[in-house]
């Protein structure tokens, strides 16, 4: 028998299993990411990452990104890798409309599609969740296989 959830049911359900299943969900710092540049690791100044209060800051929960610039793997002009950029001398600005796109964490995308299913069918509401507890202003949600 198919049962088919509301969205805003889905949505307080999908945050009360976050807060269950990640201790200090909502309480999740941020700061920028990092990535490898050839002089070590250097900041990322198109990733803010969103790690758990008892978690390491290279064990993160998802990162919020700007989508037009965004890598994955780092492969930056040598501006931003040569010194570091003048935005990342400041906190991110998380509400900033450039930062669209919340990309998840393997462990967080299986985790969710193992409970709920496909991402089609929790993606709006886990974008919901994310805006409102951490005042984003996310338009998309991905999951970036590796």
Not at 35 to 41: A, D, I, K, L, S
Not at 58 to 77: A, C, E, I, R, T
Not at 85 to 113: A, G, H, W
Request: proline share 4%; aromatic share 14%; hydrophobic share 35%.
């Amino acid at each position: 028998m198919e049962v088919i959830i509301s969205e805003s049911k889905l949505t307080k359900i999908l945050h009360k299993y976050l807060n269950m299943s990640y201790e200090g969900f909502d309480d999740c710092y941020h700061d920028w990411a990092e990535f490898n540049c050839g002089m070590g690791v250097c900041c990322d100044p198109y990733a803010v990452v969103f790690v758990l209060p008892q978690s390491e800051y290279d064990d993160y929960l998802f990162k919020l990104v700007n989508g037009n610039y965004y890598d994955d793997d780092g492969d930056y002009p040598s501006e931003i890798s040569d010194e570091l950029p003048e935005v990342c001398e400041n906190r991110p600005d998380i509400s900033d409309s450039e930062f669209e796109t919340i990309l998840m964490s393997e462990d967080m995308y299986e985790r969710i599609t193992n409970l709920f299913g496909s991402i089609n069918i929790w993606r709006g509401p886990l974008l919901s969740i994310m805006n409102k507890t951490f005042h984003t202003n996310a338009r998309s949600l991905i999951y970036i296989y590796e």
